[in-house]
């Protein structure tokens, strides 16, 4: 996976707790490696037009949305309050927290991106509403709507 130092300008959420890999499995890494350019951003494709994709991503508590590439300028919501592991490709760990309401935008230059997995480490079930700007720096990536 190639290190992606602009990450630090990322508006990226939470406590950072692992580094260089720690404490990934051999199997997360080979799902990072195989999803590298997966563009299946949520769970739920909503809505799609020529401007925008409308995504939900729904996790019950200790579900897992596997590894997938942000291109597009883009944000979230959290729809209701929990908390979540995320594993990002640059071998960091983040845990968070949300509450209800929070939003966060992402931009991303000609070639930048974001590869990360989310997990929910909470009580409750974890949902946000995702939406991808097809106007942006990078072309959006085909998806795989099996």
């Given at each position: 996976m190639t290190d992606t130092g602009f990450l630090s300008d990322l508006p990226l959420a939470g406590e950072l707790v692992g580094t260089d890999?720690?404490?990934w499995s051999p199997e997360l890494r080979a799902e990072f490696?195989?999803?590298s350019f997966d563009g299946e951003v949520g769970s739920r494709l909503l809505s799609a037009n020529d401007r925008v994709r409308v995504w939900e991503i729904?996790?019950?508590p200790g579900e897992r949305w596997h590894a997938h590439r942000h291109v597009l300028?883009?944000?979230?919501?959290a729809v209701n309050a929990g908390r979540?592991?995320?594993h990002t490709s640059d071998g960091t760990t983040r845990e968070?927290?949300?509450?209800?309401?929070?939003?966060?935008?992402?931009t991303f230059a000609q070639d930048q991106y974001l590869l990360h997995d989310i997990e929910n480490i909470g009580d409750t079930e974890l949902v946000f509403t995702t939406v991808?700007?097809?106007?942006s720096a990078?072309?959006?990536l085909p998806l795989d709507r099996r």
């Open positions: 890999f720690e404490g490696e195989a999803h729904r996790l019950a300028d883009y944000f979230w919501t979540s592991r995320q968070v927290s949300y509450d209800a309401g929070e939003t966060r935008h992402f991808e700007h097809l106007d990078n072309a959006p």
